[in-house]
């Protein structure tokens, strides 16, 4: 019920979304949740990677899938397969499978999912994995001190039901050993690599997700959102695989127990506020050929900042 409201009042002010199907982490339930069902019901679990592996978890998870797909918003009256509000699904937020570094197992169930949103029909909507971009062990030179996270942007990316990658960025937390421009280095080959790689290697669009900083020094927030403004908008102009980047989080005035240091409240005036407003505008005008050339896509879902 709450989500129908949300998809309505979506639809009312133009807001598109990406709708996550599962989360990687215990909030909301999560995999663990998944693999707590399975044990429950007799399953030999060692540890919530079983996620990836069980099939009767891999039954509940495609029941979930269907049941979410075919829903009718008792607000709209549409079905959810069908609603242009919905711009995209994401199989799961920031999949880790640290038992296997190599990335296969997200793989396997990347595939899985994917080969079920063919049965549904579901040919509305872009479809993404929700990953962080952390590379597979051949390219963890390029992760954050150099270390696997059992995905592999490249791999995952490649399955050719997916439409477009994603990348979080979290310099703050991953180096959180070095200092703020250290972290700002880091920031700007992390975003220069992946869309250098969604251009050449996977050929698809890239948003950027997530990102952000926390704390309260303003001039560090507007130098990070900087740093990734401008690799994007660098691309976008050109007509490149940049599709735009969401920061890590909005809220507004009341939400106060949400607050995590990352937020922002767009009516309330600062320096990173204007600097949002202003990327959105530059990005308005930017050509935005390449997300409708690709052949099964909506054209609805076009527009992104
Ligand atoms: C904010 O960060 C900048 C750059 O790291 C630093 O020079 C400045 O002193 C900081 N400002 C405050 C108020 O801490």
């Known amino acids: 019920m709450g989500l129908d409201f949300v998809i309505s009042e979506g639809g009312k002010f133009g807001v598109k979304l990406i709708l996550s199907l ?33 099939p009767m978890v891999k039954r509940f998870y495609k029941n979930h899938i269907k049941t979410v797909l075919t829903r009718r918003n008792t607000i709209t009256g549409v079905v959810y397969k069908d609603d242009p509000t919905i711009m995209a699904w994401e199989l799961m937020n920031e999949p880790r499978c640290p038992s296997d570094v190599s990335g296969a197992m997200i793989q396997v169930t990347n595939i899985l999912s994917s080969v079920l949103f063919c049965c549904y029909k579901d040919e509305n909507h872009l479809l993404e994995v929700g990953l962080e971009g952390f590379y597979g062990a051949s390219s963890s030179q ?12 490249i791999a995952n990316n490649q399955i050719p039901s997916v439409d477009f990658a994603t990348v979080h960025s979290y310099p703050d937390q991953w180096l959180s050993g070095r200092n703020h421009f250290g972290q700002l280095d880091f920031l700007q080959q992390w975003i220069y690599d992946h869309i250098e790689d969604a251009q050449e290697v996977l050929q698809k669009p890239v948003i950027f997700a997530e990102f952000g900083k926390s704390g309260y020094n303003a001039s560090q927030k507007n130098q990070l959102y900087s ?15 940049a599709a735009g980047g969401l920061f890590w989080q909005q809220l507004v005035q009341g939400m106060d127990s949400y607050k995590d240091g990352y937020e922002v409240i767009l009516t309330e005036p600062s320096s990173t506020v204007r600097l949002i407003a202003q990327q959105s505008k530059r990005l308005s005008v930017t050509p935005r050929r390449f997300l409708s050339k690709r052949k099964h896509e909506a054209p609805k879902a076009k527009r992104l900042t």
């Open 227 to 241: 740093v990734v403004y401008s690799l994007i908008y660098r691309s976008a102009r050109i007509v490149g695989v």
């Open 142 to 153: 390029k992760n954050p001190n150099n270390s696997p996270h059992g995905t592999d942007f």
């Open 22 to 54: 599962v989360n990687n982490f215990n909030d909301y339930g999560g995999k663990s949740e998944y693999v707590q069902w399975a044990k429950e019901r007799g399953e030999q679990m060692q540890n919530e990677d079983n996620f990836f592996t069980n």
